[in-house]
Nanobody
């Protein structure tokens, strides 16, 4: 069992940066792949980025590659999403999720989810 709590969302101007954090509880965090998804109003929840249990595999959606960086600190049971050069189209609720493979981009491949944190990018 893994419980996830996101933080770090907020309002930022286009071109700005935010860092999201996801604090996890549970013994299986250090062996789990971790992902970030987002859901904009009226749209499906979509994959953003994922990282394998040891950080050896990173996976990004094409829309964020080169702007977002996912990382994790297993000693702190925390995964991060550094978001730079933010655009208005990045506005969404961002969710942290735990799964079995960082290569997976489908929601169904992730077993545990946080409640989400709102990111709003103004133009």
């Amino acid at each position: 069992q893994v419980q996830l709590v996101e933080s770090g969302g907020g309002l930022v101007q286009a071109g700005g940066s935010l860092r999201l954090s996801c604090a996890a509880s549970g013994r299986t965090f250090s062996s789990a792949a971790m992902g970030w998804f987002r859901q904009a109003p009226g749209k499906e929840r979509e994959f953003v980025a994922a990282i394998s249990w040891n950080g050896g595999l990173l996976n990004y959606a094409s829309s964020v590659k080169g702007r977002f960086t996912i990382s994790r600190d297993n000693a702190k049971n925390t995964v991060y999403l550094q978001m730079n050069s933010l655009k208005p189209e990045d506005t969404a609720i961002y969710y942290c999720a735990a799964g079995r493979s960082a290569a997976a981009t489908a929601k169904a491949a992730y077993d545990y989810w946080g409640q989400g944190t709102q990111v709003t990018v103004s133009s």
